[in-house]
């Protein structure tokens, strides 16, 4: 007979690139690189992937929130580590992609509110992660910007499919394409965040959220995030795969292999 799913106490799951605190009815998940801006490697996807699974399993817990430990939020993908294992070997960006898309797919499908607790700067796969949380709110001297375009990647992790649904088409192409900073009061203006605040007042802002997210009805909430999620559902599974094998298959050529040694050289 196989074991029913059941949640284990973090000091259990072994992580390393993350910090994973459970705290009922909150869950806290910390992205734990400051020396790289928390910047994803393959391990930190599968620790993230298992830290939600396991969320979504505890009964306890009511929220989950994501953030970043020192200055940053998450600066999307590694690029060092791309560097070094990724560029010109399409079959393993295929399983790095892979590793990005169950991440997402364990947040999206939680089944429990999550918000991004946005601590510092948010580019790339950081503003892909967070906009895969329900809600968001961001310390006002911090900024969203998407780069994908400068350093030979197209951001297809989910900003390509839900950038027009949250902030509008026209906006959406502006952020992708000009690859210009976002100031975090503009974001919130944009509905790209909830709420914009100062920096002492970050973590009341996030505690109001939780205990108001905490006291709602969990299983009526749990079916509200699937009818919330039916675009951003629709978006995705009809356009990820076709961008897992591209985004793998461009690793072969020149301009993305080039982009990225002039972006490891300027280091």
């Not at 797919?105 to 607790?117: C, M, N, S, V, Y």
């Not at 951003?232 to 009809?238: A, E, K, V």
């Amino acid at each position: 007979m196989t074991e029913a799913p059941r949640p284990l106490d973090p000091s259990q799951l072994g992580f390393e690139r993350i910090r994973y605190e459970k705290t009922p009815p909150r869950a806290t998940v910390t992205l734990s690189r400051p020396e790289v801006l928390n910047a994803f490697d393959f391990r930190m996807l599968r620790e993230l992937a298992r830290a939600f699974e396991d969320a979504s399993w505890d009964d306890e817990i009511r929220v989950v929130v994501v953030t970043g430990e020192g200055r940053a939020f998450c600066v999307g993908a590694d690029l060092r580590s791309w560097g070094a294992e990724l560029v010109g070997k399409s079959r393993e960006y295929w399983k790095w992609f892979g590793a990005f898309k169950d991440m997402h797919d364990r947040l999206r499908e939680i089944g429990k509110p999550t918000l991004a607790r946005i601590n510092g700067i948010c580019v790339g796969g950081g503003n892909e992660l967070q906009i895969a949380c329900d809600l968001a709110v961001i310390v006002d001297d911090a900024y969203i910007r998407h780069v994908g375009l400068e350093h030979g990647s197209v951001p297809a992790g989910g900003a390509t499919q839900w950038l027009p649904v949250m902030v509008g088409e026209r906006r959406a192409r502006e952020i992708i394409l000009l690859c210009q900073e976002i100031p975090a009061a503009q974001a919130a203006e944009w509905g790209l965040v909830n709420r914009a605040v100062p920096r002492d007042q970050l973590d009341a802002a996030v505690d109001e959220y939780v205990e108001k997210l905490a006291a709602k009805l969990p299983e009526t909430t749990r079916y509200a995030k699937q009818q919330l999620n039916f675009w951003r559902d629709l978006s995705w599974h009809g356009t990820v795969g076709h961008a897992r094998d591209w985004l793998a298959l461009s690793m072969l050529n020149e301009e993305a292999q080039g982009a990225i040694r002039r972006f490891l050289e300027r280091e």
